[in-house]
């Protein structure tokens, strides 16, 4: 069983950067696919970032992020950690929310999957983020 604890949040200045951790204190997440998702203030949970692990071994790992955070946000992984992380470049006020970590062993057909929260099995607190203007 994965049990993910993200840190990492907190309040910082527009323009700031922050690190988002996800370690896992069960099951290894070596061969599962992790993501990131976010809840803004009085909007439904969306969709941040994924790293797609590849069952065949050879395709190595496939990254996808939202429109809002594409080449601001990193997401990366250790197996030597057992965690994964979110650099976030370059905050904005609108950026601010609850950041949640996902994690599933599943392989999906098709990598819009991964896009959707209801693919994931495993769900961290959250930890809230907090950019000020």
């Known amino acids: 069983q994965v049990e993910l604890v993200e840190t990492g949040g907190g309040l910082v200045q527009a323009g700031g950067s922050l690190r988002l951790s996800c370690a896992s204190s069960g099951d290894t997440l070596t061969k599962s696919s992790v993501a990131w998702f976010r809840q803004l203030p009085g909007e439904e949970q969306e969709f941040v970032s994924t790293l797609i692990w590849h069952a065949d071994g050879a395709t190595s790992e496939t990254t996808y992020y939202s429109d809002s955070v594409e080449g601001r946000f990193t997401i990366s992984r250790d197996n030597a950690q057992n965690a994964i992380y979110l650099q976030m470049n370059n905050l904005g006020p609108e950026d601010t929310g609850v950041y949640y970590c996902?994690?599933?062993?599943?392989?999906?057909?098709?990598?819009?999957?991964?896009?959707?929260?209801?693919?994931?099995?495993?769900w961290g607190q959250g930890t809230q983020v907090t950019v000020s203007s």
């Open positions: 996902a994690a599933t062993p599943l392989v999906y057909m098709s990598d819009s999957f991964y896009f959707r929260k209801d693919s994931y099995s495993a």
